[in-house]
C-alpha cells in the first residue's frame, strides 16, 4: 500500500479525505454537470470577489454561489440543460446570460467580464472539458479552514471546504469556492447574547438606550443578495426594525418628539402579546435646517482599494456634495499611513472644488485610523458654527492597523472629543475584512449614527433622502426606562437592543451616554409579554428574604395600567436631561386590527428572529413574515418595504436550498 500511496498525512486521514472526494465526483458523474467560471472587471481584469452568481431556469432560482476572493465560482450538481445564469455586483446592474448549455459528467467554464454595470454577449467564454477521474497516486490533500457560517430556521452549519494540490499538472477537480485565501476573511462583529424573558416580580424595571443606526439592515441585505445568510452577530434586529420610518404622529407640545405604545398579539406566538414603543422625531424641512459644519474623514488605506469601497465612497459623498449650500462647510482629511488635510474648510457652494478633491483620492498604504480621528475633530473645532450642525462623517471598512486601533483605545478617543460639541457619523464600506464591531463602537460612544452603504441607492437614502436625521440632531441621551406592573404581566423579553442595555440607575444619571435622535427619525421598540393568567410560567428565582413581593404585587392588583414608560433626554447642547412619563393602560387588540405600523416591525423582528436562530423564535415562518410585510406595506414611495420583502423571499429559498442538500 505504501509503495502505491506516497502520503505525507497519516493514513487513515488522507483516506477519509479521498473517500469524500471521490464521493463528490461521483454524484457529479452520475448524470450531473458543473458550472465553474470567473467574474473578472473588464477596465482592468481585476476580480470581483463575492459577486453573486445564480442558475436559473423558468424564471426559477436552480443553485447559486457567490465568487471567492480571486473571483472565482463553482456551482455543482446540476441536471443538463439550458439555463439563465444571473450575475449579481454592487455597483453593476443585474446581468442575465441566456442559454447557457450544461452537459452531463462535464464542467462548463462561463468566465464573465463587467463593464460599468453592463455585460456584453462576446464577453462571455464558454467551454467544456469531461470531469476527471482522480487516482489516488496523484494527489496530496490539505484540509483548509474558512469562516464562512450559514444559519437555517432549524439549523446552524459550519461548511468546510476541502481544497485539493496536485502533483501533476494534469489533475481537475476542485470544491465549490476553492480558493486557498478562503480563511483569510477577516469581517468582525461583536458578540451580542439575545435577550430572555424576564420574571416582572424579580426584575420590573427595563431600561436601555435608544438605537438610531441601521447598518445590520443594509449589510444582511449585503449577504442575502450574496447568495448567503449573515452571521449571526451580524444580525440587530432592532437596527432592522429602525432602518424604516413608520406612521407616527408629529410632536405637538414642547418636546421635540412624540410617543406612540400599543399591544396586540405577537405574531409567532399566539399565548404571547407584543408591546410596540414609538418615538417620532420633529421632522425638519431641508432648507431649515441649520448650517453645517462638515468634515469628510476618508480611509484612502490599501484595504480601500476594491470597486466597492474608495470608488463607491467618492460616489455616495458627491451625491452629499450636490445637496449643500453657501451656507454649509466641507473640510477634507485622508489617512493611510498617516493622515492629512486634503481640502481645508470649503463653502458648500463650491462643488467643483469639493469634488475635484474628492475624485483625486487613491487607495495605498497602511491605516492609521486614530490619527485621522484626531486630525479631523481639530479641523470641525476650528472651523465651529455656533447653533449649527458640527459632525465629522467618518467613511471606512474599520480596518485600523497604526496608532491607537483597538476598540479601547478608540472608545477613549472618541469619549474625549464628543464633549466638544461635534457630533460623529460612520458609513461603513466594502467586505471581507470589515469591522462592524468597530464602527458601531466609533458612532455609539461619538454622540452619533451608524450606517453601511452596499450600494449608490443605500447612499441616497442615507445621505439625501434622511439627510436632516443623518446629519441634524434634535435629542441626544436617550434612554428609556419601563415599568411592568406584576399584577398584569408576569415576564417580558426586549426584541434587540442587547448592546443598549442599561443598569437601571443609569436612567437618572446624567453623566451616562446614550443614543441620539435626529430630525424626522422614527425609533421603535418591541417587547414580548406574557399576562397574567397564561397557562405558561414566568421565570423563576429563589424566593426573597428581605422583600415582600405579595405585598408589592397587591398594591398594583388594583391599578388598569400594564405599565409605566418613562423618556429621559437632552437638547443636543444640554447637561440636564428631561423626564417624560406615559402608562399604557387598557385591553390588547386583535393582530387584524392592529395598525400597520405595529403589523410591519413585527414582521421585521419576526425575520430578525428566523436569521438569527433564535430560541424565542416558536412558530416564526418566512411565510408568515411574507404576509404580515404584504399586508402592512402601506405607502412606500422609496421602495424601501418592497425590498424587505424580496429579501424575505430569497432568504427562504436560500434556507430551503440548505435543507435540501
Excluded at 485621522?372 to 458640527?390: P, Q, S, T
Amino acid at each position: 500500500m505504501n509503495s502505491f500511496i506516497k502520503l505525507r498525512q497519516p493514513l487513515p486521514f488522507v483516506l477519509i479525505i479521498i473517500l469524500l472526494l471521490s464521493f463528490n465526483i461521483l454524484s457529479a458523474q452520475n448524470g450531473l454537470g458543473i458550472l465553474k467560471g470567473k467574474v473578472t472587471d473588464k477596465s482592468n481584469n481585476d476580480p470581483l470577489p463575492f459577486a453573486n452568481v445564480i442558475i436559473l431556469q423558468a424564471d426559477s432560482q436552480i443553485a447559486g454561489t457567490s465568487t471567492d476572493f480571486d473571483g472565482k465560482y463553482s456551482i455543482q450538481k446540476i441536471k443538463p440543460g439550458k439555463y439563465t445564469v444571473k450575475v449579481n455586483f454592487v455597483g453593476y446592474q443585474n446581468n442575465l446570460i441566456k442559454g447557457v448549455l450544461l452537459s452531463a459528467e462535464k464542467i462548463t467554464y462561463l468566465n464573465i467580464k463587467l463593464d460599468g454595470g453592463s455585460v456584453q454577449l462576446e464577453e462571455f467564454v464558454i467551454k467544456e472539458k469531461p470531469l476527471p477521474i482522480i487516482s489516488r497516486d496523484e494527489v496530496s490533500l490539505s484540509v483548509v479552514k474558512v469562516s464562512n457560517m450559514r444559519h437555517s430556521a432549524n439549523s446552524s452549519k459550519q461548511r468546510r471546504r476541502i481544497s485539493k494540490k496536485s502533483k501533476h499538472k494534469s489533475s481537475g477537480y476542485y470544491a465549490p469556492m476553492e480558493t486557498k485565501r478562503d480563511n483569510l476573511n477577516t469581517e468582525a462583529y461583536a458578540h451580542n447574547a439575545e435577550n430572555n424573558f424576564k420574571n416582572t416580580k424579580s426584575t420590573p424595571l427595563s431600561t436601555f438606550s435608544i438605537d438610531v443606526d441601521a447598518a445590520s439592515y443594509s449589510n444582511m441585505r449585503r449577504f442575502i443578495n450574496n447568495g448567503q445568510n449573515p452571521p449571526i452577530d451580524a444580525v440587530r434586529i432592532e437596527e432592522m426594525i429602525n432602518y424604516f420610518s413608520y406612521d407616527y404622529p408629529q410632536p405637538k407640545g414642547e418636546d421635540p418628539f412624540s410617543i406612540t405604545t400599543e399591544m396586540s398579539d405577537c405574531p409567532w406566538n399566539k399565548k404571547h402579546k407584543l408591546i410596540h414603543i414609538g418615538l417620532q422625531g420633529e421632522k425638519i424641512q431641508t432648507d431649515k435646517l441649520p448650517a453645517s459644519n462638515l468634515v469628510f474623514l476618508l480611509d484612502v488605506s490599501g484595504s480601500m482599494s476594491s470597486p466597492n469601497k474608495l470608488p463607491l465612497l467618492k460616489k455616495s459623498f458627491g451625491l452629499l456634495v450636490k445637496n449643500l449650500t453657501e451656507k454649509d462647510r466641507v473640510a477634507i482629511v485622508v489617512y493611510a499611513g498617516a493622515a492629512g488635510v486634503v481640502l481645508e474648510s470649503t463653502p458648500g457652494n463650491q462643488k467643483e472644488k469639493i469634488m475635484n478633491s474628492l475624485n483625486r483620492l487613491d487607495a495605498g498604504g497602511s491605516t492609521a485610523g486614530g490619527a485621522g480621528i484626531k486630525l479631523a475633530y481639530k479641523i470641525a473645532m476650528n472651523n465651529l458654527i455656533e447653533e449649527g450642525n458640527n459632525r465629522i462623517i467618518l467613511a471606512t471598512d474599520g480596518d485600523f492597523n497604526v496608532g491607537a486601533s483597538s476598540d479601547g483605545e478608540m472608545t477613549r478617543l472618541i469619549e474625549k472629543k464628543r464633549e466638544s460639541g461635534v457630533f460623529l457619523t460612520c458609513l461603513g464600506f466594502g467586505m471581507g475584512n470589515y469591522k462592524d464591531s468597530k464602527m458601531e463602537t466609533l458612532a455609539d460612544k461619538g454622540n452619533g449614527n451608524y450606517a453601511y452603504i452596499d450600494n449608490i441607492l443605500e447612499a441616497k437614502k442615507v445621505l439625501v433622502t434622511e439627510m436632516g436625521g443623518t446629519m441634524h440632531t434634535i435629542a441626544k441621551d436617550v434612554k428609556l426606562q419601563l415599568e411592568f406592573n406584576p399584577a398584569k404581566i408576569i415576564s417580558y423579553k426586549l426584541i434587540g437592543y442587547e448592546n443598549r442595555l442599561l443598569n437601571d440607575e443609569d436612567f437618572n444619571d446624567d453623566t451616562k451616554d446614550a443614543g441620539e435622535l435626529g430630525a424626522g427619525h422614527t425609533v421603535t421598540a418591541l417587547y414580548e409579554v406574557v399576562l397574567k393568567g397564561s397557562p405558561e410560567n414566568a421565570p423563576t428565582v429563589d424566593p426573597l428574604r428581605y422583600q415582600n413581593n405579595q405585598q408589592a404585587e397587591s398594591s398594583k392588583s388594583t391599578s388598569k395600567e400594564l405599565l409605566t414608560v418613562k423618556f429621559r433626554y437632552k437638547t443636543p447642547k444640554g447637561k440636564k436631561s428631561k423626564l417624560i412619563v406615559r402608562h399604557l393602560t387598557g385591553k390588547p387588540v386583535s393582530l387584524n386590527k392592529s395598525s400597520a405600523n405595529f403589523r410591519f416591525s413585527a414582521a421585521v423582528a419576526e425575520f430578525g428572529l428566523l436569521l438569527r436562530n433564535s430560541k424565542h423564535k416558536a412558530k416564526a415562518s418566512y411565510e408568515q413574515v411574507i404576509e404580515l410585510a404584504k399586508n402592512s406595506k402601506g405607502i412606500d414611495n422609496h421602495g424601501y418595504r418592497a425590498e424587505f420583502i424580496r429579501l424575505v423571499e430569497m432568504s427562504e429559498m436560500q434556507a430551503s436550498a440548505l435543507l435540501d442538500e
